[in-house]
């Protein structure tokens, strides 16, 4: 990670240690001792150091080091948890942390070597600098990376999720818009059909932590503040359907227990006075990670990644996190928070969705945590009608947008790598209408894998040449799963290029 590792200062090394007993020896000391070639002469050398007047003994010369080592042991302990509680290093360590969740996934579930994990090493700063700086969103070099080199080059393969190690807010943030900066995202989402899941700080809502969300009763007046106008108007966009929000933090490694002298040579204890500092937190987004990367290993569908079956880890559940955990006084480990530093209630759950995040709750008597939804930041249009209504919110949820992007992709990818092989637009949509039958089935009732195999309860595809750009195609795709999609019916309508851009 490209980031500066200032955490103490040059002196800290010669600090000292508030005691009573010995001195340790100062740093040039200490390199003068250890560069003497005779034992002999360099204990003599530490004893005058400590007591030139002292007439020094066998059990005399044991206590004193006895008592140096045990100073020497805590000093590396202060110095330790000053680096491991440093805010920079928490973050650097939670965001591999958060990585190793994801490869760990995959490597426990993925027996064929269907999912790739990617990372990118972007600040935020260098991100919305990169948006802000191109006139239009598909002009930034992220589009470039994500889109360009990939979806909409032969050969190259698209992304299915991207998960973003970022915690934003409202509020603008290095002299960069993190809204404008979103909407560009959203858009740069909705192009790659790859749905972007980010995660918000306590700032978004107005409190300093999580926690203190619990004693506000009314957190959707908060939203209709005129400070969040470009919330809102960022969640009226249709492209923001391929963009989340998750939250809170959760727990990325217990605290480090002292078990007596480690592999290392000396006794370490992890500090752990303040919950909201002194633990590993990282962000909640590498959970939504997790759940996909399970059910595509299992199905090569999203559909199932929220909620949770009870006696199977499958679903929106999450397993692989730690706990924090005591020792009780029968010697045994047991947990005694959440892996989440903010127990969030049914009621809230469903006020946060609605307002556009997705929250991740502790799964009761478990230890797990869980998805029960998976809303995208949109917000669905209000309809007369309650099945209209209905239809508009699953259009916004995630899981929907991840089932049809994996559509998009395939029929762009067979579209793109064989334009030119086409007499017409009208063949290249007769072959990609056939292949979309094969996923097809308007059967009702069928198994859950009948339905894995068969997806679609409905689809067309329609292609068109683009007006004045002979053998440039455009197609419009129309699907509706059927599978685990809250047994309800809706739509999508999409639209992609077919044609790879040419560069003259």
């Known amino acids: 990670m490209s980031v500066a590792m200032d955490f103490v200062g040059k002196d800290f090394l010669d600090r000292p240690v508030p005691r009573s007993g010995p001195v340790l020896p100062d740093a040039g000391f200490a390199a003068r001792l250890a560069a003497e070639a005779s034992d002999l002469q360099a204990l003599l050398m530490l004893l005058g150091r400590a007591d030139p007047e002292a007439c020094w003994g066998r059990e005399k010369i044991g206590a004193l080091l006895a008592t140096m080592l045990v100073e020497i042991d805590q000093t590396i302990n202060r110095q330790l948890n000053a680096i491991l509680h440093h805010t920079v290093f928490q973050a650097l360590e939670a965001n591999w942390r958060g990585v190793a969740l994801l490869t760990d996934q995959a490597a426990n579930d993925d027996h064929d070597g269907l999912t790739r994990v990617r990372v990118l090493d972007l600040s935020w700063r260098e991100l919305t600098r990169d948006l802000s700086r191109a006139i239009e969103f598909d002009q930034s070099r992220l ?5 360009s080199d990939e979806f909409g080059s032969p050969g190259g393969e698209p992304f299915g999720l991207i998960l973003g190690a970022y915690g934003l807010s409202h509020r603008s943030s290095g002299g960069q818009a993190n809204i404008d900066a979103l909407k560009s995202l959203s858009q740069l989402a909705a192009a790659a059909f790859t749905p972007i899941v980010l995660n918000a700080n306590p700032s978004f809502f107005g409190v300093d932590s999580y926690p203190e969300l619990s004693s506000i009763s009314d957190l959707a007046s908060h939203f209709g503040q005129a400070e969040l106008a470009g919330w809102r108007s960022l969640r009226a966009m249709e492209d923001s359907r391929f963009l989340g929000l998750a939250v809170p933090r959760i727990l990325m490694r217990q605290p480090y227990r002292e078990v007596g002298q480690g592999p290392e ?99 009761a008597n478990t230890g797990m945590l869980v998805l029960h939804s998976m809303p995208s930041v949109q ?38 790598d064989r334009v030119g092989g086409y ?26 894998e009948l339905r894995a195999r068969f997806p679609l309860r409905d689809a067309s595809v329609s292609v068109r040449a683009r007006a004045g750009e002979p053998g440039r195609y455009f197609s419009v795709i129309r699907l509706q799963p059927h599978f685990q999609l809250d047994q309800l019916v809706t739509g999508m309508r999409l639209v992609t290029e077919l044609t790879p851009v040419q560069d003259f």
């Open 143 to 147: 589009f470039a990376k994500v889109y």
């Open 265 to 363: 040579g000396f006794r370490f204890r992890e500090e752990r006075h303040d919950p909201d500092r002194d633990y590993l937190w990282g962000h909640a987004c590498f959970s939504a990670g997790t759940v996909a990367i399970r059910a595509f290993c299992e199905s090569g569908w999203f559909a199932q990644i929220r909620g949770f079956r009870s006696g199977r880890i499958a679903h929106g559940t999450v397993d692989n996190l730690p706990a924090i955990q005591s020792i009780s006084s029968a010697g045994r480990l047991f947990p005694t928070r959440s892996a989440v530093d903010w127990q969030i209630s049914e009621r809230m759950e469903r006020v946060l969705a609605d307002e556009g995040f997705l929250p991740v709750l502790p799964l």
């Open 379 to 416: 917000s669905p249009q209000r309809f007369e009608k309650i099945t209209a209504e209905v239809s508009a919110r699953l259009s916004a949820m995630l899981h929907y947008t991840l089932c049809v992007s994996r559509f998009a992709h395939y029929l762009k990818v067979m579209g793109r």
């Open 423 to 448: 007499r017409s637009p009208e063949e290249c949509e007769s072959q990609l209408q056939r292949w979309l039958h094969s996923y097809t089935m308007a059967t009702e009732g069928a198994s859950d």
